[in-house]
């Protein structure tokens, strides 16, 4: 019999678990106030997550004199009696984990398998080793694996470095301090501070041509970062913007589609009359949002801003032309 489903309030709490596990790493330099009010806790909740943690083998506490959370355990947990194939099923289920999140799991769980393959006898390792880096970092992302180990190594560290980035207008040259690799809609992103404007700006990683180690460490951010907070009302990929409301009405011929799937965390489903459903989202950048929707053809009307509803019907009478020519060709 298939084992029953852990109660809700245990669902929240492990999910809050892993929350805490993920700003510990990604924005350790914040206060523990805005910790508690970041995870939605008072100070004795939090006190109890951090008891539960401890009793896992992870162990922090918040450092006065370096203003940030130090990570002092992390237990090492031995993994036994992986086949070949089962190892290289884990290589290649790390290649699809992205499409299905965009938080810092991925990124631990290439640094996991990395670890697996270190301890594979050496008559395997190499092709493991090889899948990792050119099946899922080249081929699934388009990334160069020694640049991407640079960024890993320089935000673990909190080294400055110095990037040659193309944006699509030419090679330009950046001096950043790098602090979390982001997968976004299986592609590598990297959020830094550029220092010249003290802005937060976000690299895409395969657009990278050269990464220099300046050899200055800033353990405390020149501006405030919060992973969890800056990407909260991103869509796809484009943060930061002040978030805007976007409702999609949806035919009733999609509407399981739709209502199976959850697409953001601030979304609102609302049934309609007719069959039909409309999708409320709160995102940095709505556009992104008319772009997913125009995949579902005429099962998908914008109806609010007005100006992106603007933008969508022009899309379409842009297309309509594209096939009327098409025809008459």
């Known amino acids: 019999m298939p084992p029953a489903a852990l109660p809700h309030q245990h669902v929240k709490r492990l999910q809050r678990l892993l929350t805490l596990v993920q700003d510990l790493k990604s924005a350790p330099q914040q206060s523990p106030e805005a910790l508690y009010a970041s995870l939605g806790v008072s100070r004795a909740m ?14 922090f506490h918040y450092d006065r004199r370096q203003q940030r959370y130090v990570i002092t355990q992390d237990r090492f947990l031995p993994v036994l009696n992986l ?10 289920a790390v290649r699809q984990l992205s499409s299905s999140g965009d938080y810092t799991l991925t990124a631990d769980a290439i ?7 270190s301890n594979t006898p050496s008559e395997v390792r190499a092709f493991l080793q090889a899948s990792l880096d ?38 330009r040259t950046w001096v950043i301090d790098p602090y979390q690799i982001v997968f976004k809609r299986r592609a590598l992103y990297l959020d830094a501070c550029v220092v010249d404007t003290l802005q937060l700006s976000i690299f895409r990683v395969n657009r990278i ?66 069959g039909s459903v409309v999708l409320t989202v709160t995102v940095s950048e709505p ?28 899309t379409a009478r842009q297309l309509a032309r594209v096939y009327e020519q098409t025809a008459q060709s």
């Open 287 to 314: 556009r992104e949002v008319g772009w997913w929707a125009l995949q579902w053809g005429a099962s998908a009307e914008v109806l609010e801003p007005e100006s992106l509803r603007q933008e969508m019907a022009a």
């Open 209 to 274: 041509q050269q990464v220099t180690f300046l050899g200055l460490r800033v353990p405390t951010p020149l501006v405030p970062y919060n992973f969890r907070e800056r990407h909260r009302h991103s869509f796809s990929v484009f943060v930061g913007a002040d978030p805007q409301h976007v409702r999609v009405r949806f035919c009733p011929e999609v509407r399981q589609y739709i209502t199976e799937t959850r697409w953001h965390s601030s979304q609102q489903i609302d049934a309609l009359p007719d």
């Open 83 to 92: 086949s070949f194939s089962e190892m290289l099923a884990l290589v290649m």
């Open 134 to 171: 050119d099946v899922v970092l080249q081929d699934g992302y388009g990334c160069n694996a020694a640049i991407v180990q640079d960024l890993w190594r320089a935000c673990q560290e909190r080294q400055r470095l110095r990037l040659i980035h193309d944006r699509g207008d030419g090679p």
């Open 111 to 117: 640094a996991a398998v990395r670890k697996v393959i």
């Open 46 to 59: 939090f006190y109890k997550d951090r008891q539960a943690l401890a009793a896992l083998g992870f162990v």
